[in-house]
């Protein structure tokens, strides 16, 4: 009868330890990020827990409770591609790279982040983001590039930003 009484309190004990690990996972931002996958493998979100650590007193098995301590891991959202003017005359469509000009990351008309072109038009931007619409915006006195993209990944690669030519103006 004591086994009984023993084995029914160790199960306690792990249901209790159990739901106490269930409820601690849920603590996060409010809107998850990314694949559910990469928090089960511990990229995202790091735990420093410990256990319920039986001790028996007499007849009696008491748990004492340590806390599960879960953490946020911020990661970068990357996103790269190229800004480029394509012309189209008799000799064929080519595309020119814009070069050296600011490229801003907005989320509803607010700056999240920017990046300038490099020497062949490529641009990159690398920073936390919630999964969402964003615009990718390159605006000067020769063109206006304007680009709605969907972030649902860690990595979006191979972004084209094809430039209008502004109308002249004079």
Not at 11 to 29: D, N, R
Not at 84 to 107: A, S
Request: proline letters at 5%; charged letters at 20%.
């Amino acid at each position: 009868m004591i086994n009984f009484k023993i084995n029914y309190k160790i199960k306690i004990i792990f249901i209790v330890f159990l739901l106490t690990f269930v409820f601690s996972c849920a603590y996060g931002p409010q809107q998850e990020k990314k694949s559910t996958l990469n928090y089960l493998n511990g990229e995202h979100y790091q735990s420093r827990a410990n256990a319920l650590i039986p001790i028996q007193i007499g007849n009696f098995i008491s748990p004492v409770p340590v806390p599960f301590v879960v953490e946020r891991i911020e990661k970068n959202t990357v996103i790269k591609g190229v800004a480029f003017l394509r012309q189209v005359d008799q000799f064929g469509n080519y595309d020119l790279p814009i070069r050296f000009q600011k490229i801003i990351l907005l989320k509803e008309n607010i700056t999240i982040c920017e990046t300038t072109s490099n020497n062949e038009g490529f641009f990159s931007f690398s920073a936390p983001l919630n999964n969402g619409i964003y615009t990718i915006k390159l605006s000067n006195d020769k063109f206006n590039i304007e680009k709605n993209i969907n972030v649902n990944s860690y990595s979006l690669e191979k972004v084209e930003l094809i430039a209008n030519k502004r109308p002249f103006q004079k």
